[in-house]
């Protein structure tokens, strides 16, 4: 099954007019036997492409250096300020160390839940290793700057200052599970939205091939699902905004709690 | 659902690649593209900052230039009104001098002229007293008497008396 886009039409041949909305996560190599030996997948390639993409955009857009800048320049300078906006308001003065991951982290985001709306592209953002592979690392990033701030303090996290002696066997356990629970629920928000668009998306996309060869009417009548996906990509281009935000305000959040414990 | 297989080594090898990919991302990040970025940004408020600096300056000293100019214009203009006072004071000085002088050269005019006048009476008055007494003196001869000169005297003397008085 080639992991092609949601609107590819091999898919459908080759499962014979039936309904396939999880091919398109499936991974395959490429790169012939070196990607091969490497397990350089689709997904991989996609990745590069959106630091490519990425580096472009920052590097490109910065590179004529204007004091008045031009459309790019201002793309640019408008994503910087953006999250700077967001991590210094959210982390205070002290977030500035983290603006960089941050930064890296949104745009690596938002790139690959774009890339992933083109025709024929992979969404990496759909898999659960990656976006919990990106959860992880914010969950040891904040968890290494607690500790290295306040040492032993951060274990008072679990316990909020003033509440009674005896709802600590409630309070704790709640405070670690919900602690832990973290990157959990930030990596399956982003995964299960990009999984639910991109099903949604191939479902009528199907149905649009399908009402098309159903004789002389087939195709008005596939005109309904072709509205309905137009709507959708709209949809989805707000999603892999929205998500990528998310991710990285709540992301600075944490990084806030880490900083100041509360 | 391919996302579930954990058993696909590809998901592994997927992580180390996210893992490798992000790394290379947030390096170039951190280290050349936002430094770059920020410095654009810095410059252009170190820019926009050096230049309302000078606008502000250039308003200072346009506010001194006309401080300066409002204060020498109300300079010259309570000069001109010292020079102008001055120079009524000075005036009315002069007029009022030659006011006097002619005032008091009237004055002298006038006295000498009374004093010709009362000469001039006096003189007429004497000559008067003569005229009277040969008038009278022809008088009392063609009236046929021989006139006593002192009665004459002292009787046209009466008279002048009596003339003056009335």
Known sequence: MPAQGWAGERDLAAEGKTIDALGQFELKTVL????????FTQSSAHMLLAVGL????????????????????????????????????????????FFPFVFSLFMFILFGNLLGLLPFAFTFTSHIVVTFALAAIVFVLITVVALMLHGKKFFGYFFPEGAPIWLAPIIIPVEIVSYLSRPISLSIRLFANMVAGHVML???????VLLGGLGVAGPFIAVLPLTVNVALVGFEILVAFLQAY?????????????VHLH | ?????????????????????????????????????????????????????????????ADAAMA???????????????????????AQAEASARAEELNARLARQIDEAEKRIGAARDAAMGALRQVSLSTAETLVGKV???????????????ALAARAAG
Request: proline residues 4%; aromatic residues 8%.
């Open chain 1, 32 to 39: 012939g036997p070196i990607g091969h030996s490497v397990g």
């Open chain 1, 54 to 97: 990425i580096t472009l955009l920052v590097m490109y857009g910065i590179s004529r250096q204007a004091v008045v800048p031009g459309r790019l320049q201002s793309l640019t300078e408008s994503a910087y300020e953006f999250i700077q906006g967001l991590v210094i308001g959210q982390v205070g003065p002290e977030g500035k160390r």
């Open chain 1, 202 to 208: 191939k479902v009528f996309a199907t149905f649009i």
């Open chain 1, 246 to 258: 998310v991710f990285a305000i709540l992301t600075s959040i944490y990084l806030h709690d880490a």
């Open chain 2, 1 to 61: 659902m391919p996302q579930l297989e954990f058993g696909n080594p590809l998901l592994i090898a997927q992580i180390v690649w996210l893992l490798i990919i992000f790394g290379l991302l947030y390096y170039v990040m951190a280290n050349y593209a936002l430094p770059r970025v920020e410095r654009v940004l810095e410059d252009r408020r170190a820019r926009i900052a050096a230049d309302l600096h000078a606008a502000q300056q250039a308003k200072a000293e």
């Open chain 2, 68 to 90: 300066a100019h409002r204060e020498s214009t109300a300079k010259a203009r309570a000069e001109a009104q010292a020079a102008i006072a001055a120079a009524m004071q000075q």
């Open chain 2, 144 to 158: 046929g008497g021989r006139a006593d000169r002192g009665a004459l005297e002292a009787a046209v003397d009466r």
